[in-house]
Nanobody, 118 residues
Framework: QVQLVESGGGLVQPGGSLRLSCAAS????????MGWYRQAPGKERELVAS???????NYADSMKGRFTISRDNAKNTVYLQMNSLKPEDTAVYYC????????????WGQGTQVTVSS
């Protein structure tokens, strides 16, 4: 079983920064994709950014240049550095891990609230 624990959310003013962390524990495959998704009230969950076990990254267009995803393999932790935050970035941010054949194993964290407001 895999567990994902997020931390780092909170309230920040527009233009500010936050760093989210996602610590993974359990039996994790050598090959995986970890990512951050977000869901705002009344909207569908959307991909923010992802990173593979090989280090390849992918970003949603609206996050490019503002958000950076990174990982620390020794700690099984993925980070999301969010800069120049906007009110529309307000959402619950979820950590996700996909692994296994066809990435059929799909795990989610409990979510962490990010609120951007003055």
């Amino acid at each position: 079983q895999v567990q994902l624990v997020e931390s780092g959310g909170g309230l920040v003013q527009p233009g500010g920064s936050l760093r989210l962390s996602c610590a993974a524990s359990g039996s994790i495959s050598r090959f995986y994709v970890m990512g951050w998704y977000r869901q705002a009230p009344g909207k569908e969950r959307e991909l923010v950014a992802s990173i593979t076990s090989g280090g390849s990254t992918n970003y949603a267009d609206s996050m490019k240049g503002r958000f950076t995803i990174s990982r620390d393999n020794a700690k099984n932790t993925v980070y999301l550095q969010m800069n120049s935050l906007k009110p529309e970035d307000t959402a619950v941010y979820y950590c996700n891990l996909k692994m296994g054949w066809g990435f059929s194993y799909d795990y989610w964290g409990q979510g962490t609230q990010v609120t951007v407001s003055s």
